[in-house]
């Protein structure tokens, strides 16, 4: 692979940081420029070029090839102007698949929730069954970072790489599909349909579905073949499977529903039983995802990473017979919150601290459905974790599961995330 013209990485976090040192081991001298849409890009090697110069760069043809980064919408306007003066626009992901696609067997996973255990749990059974296989995207390793390190390729992808994912993987799998990154994709069938992209596809490769994809009339329409679909697990494997997982750290029917799904992905390109289960007891949860902390006898659960309400049902399910404190609301996103409303009191949710913007709507729907649930509103995290301090004799959970993204207070989930785990143990365990 070469690249006659210089290169422009529009974005500049892990992904650019490793298209540029592609590009670098490829062609050392290659000019390659960079664009953030805010503050400055600490990318070796490269000169950057201001968000608001871009249109005169492209019309100037100063780079003839934009890797974006994920984090950056394909649905800029400015993309539009760099195509219609035939400037190509690729990703990391797409780069990797020019370079490194052919012999390897690829495994792609996606899904609004449980993507990332699914993948690490694939990843896990995989390689206990014996097989050199290796974990990127969203986890693991960025695309290019991986390479040609390993034979098979587990890839862990967002809506914002499927979008334009431009190689068929020998395997795609979808854990389920709700509404979310509207903000990213322009709106929901957008997004629908940019998460869809992996399977909805001509081509010859197998597809898994979760339990909770296979009720869904949009996943399957973009099937489109139903003879592509793995087989169900027999009844016995599935047993097993339950049995390892109540043994295990895996919380929830979710979790056990993306234990399924990562079994039939396993056995569906050659693993075994053996290595399922013992990939089953490996587990560890990955942070921000139900990570579970003991401070002063008060379980703190950390699911920072909850961006929908659907994220937020799963991780008060995972509780059952918990008098929970539940921390909810973030960026809007114009999610729907009345099923979830609906649930808590039944979920054993016995107060409810809300967070700007949606906690707003939240707070609201359950004063109006549940009246028992005390419900406070909160300025901010630390606010909420000093509230609850003094109102602990409701509770002996307190769950961090926002059901909405962080960027109206933090810079991410795990940002929020790290946040709240230390203002619990400042609150709940100030000695330790």
Known sequence: MQFDTPVLLYGAGREALSTRAFLKARQPNLKVFVTVDSGTADIPETEQIDAAELPAAIKAHRFGLIVKSPGVSRYKPVFDLARDAGIAVTSN????????????????????????????????????????AGLAGNVGLAPLEIAD???????????????????????????NLYAEHVDWHGSVDRYYADKLNLIDRDGVFAVALGQAARGNALVAKAV??????????????????????AHSRLRGAHNLDNALLAAQITLGIGGTLDGIIQGIAAFRPLPHRLEEHLFG?????NDSISTTPEATKAALAAYPGRRIALVAGGYERQQDYTELSELLAQRGVTTLVTLPVTGDRLARATAMVAPDIVVHKAPHLEAAIALLADLQARFDTIILSPGAPSYNQFKNFEERGTRFVALCRKHFAPDA
């Open 224 to 245: 489109r073949d139903h003879r592509r679909l793995l087989p169900d697990l027999a009844p016995e494997t599935s047993a097993l499977i339950e049995k390892a997982v």
């Open 93 to 132: 992901l797409n780069l990797w698949g020019a370079a490194y696609r052919h012999n390897r067997t690829v495994i792609a996973i996606t899904g609004t929730k449980g993507k990332s255990t699914t993948a690490t749990l694939v990843h896990l059974m995989v390689t206990r069954s014996g097989i050199d």
């Open 149 to 175: 390190k390993h034979p098979v390729i587990i890839f862990e992808l967002s809506s914002y790489q499927t979008a334009d994912m431009n190689f068929l993987p020998d395997l795609a799998a979808l854990t």
């Open 297 to 301: 006898g008060m379980t703190v659960v």
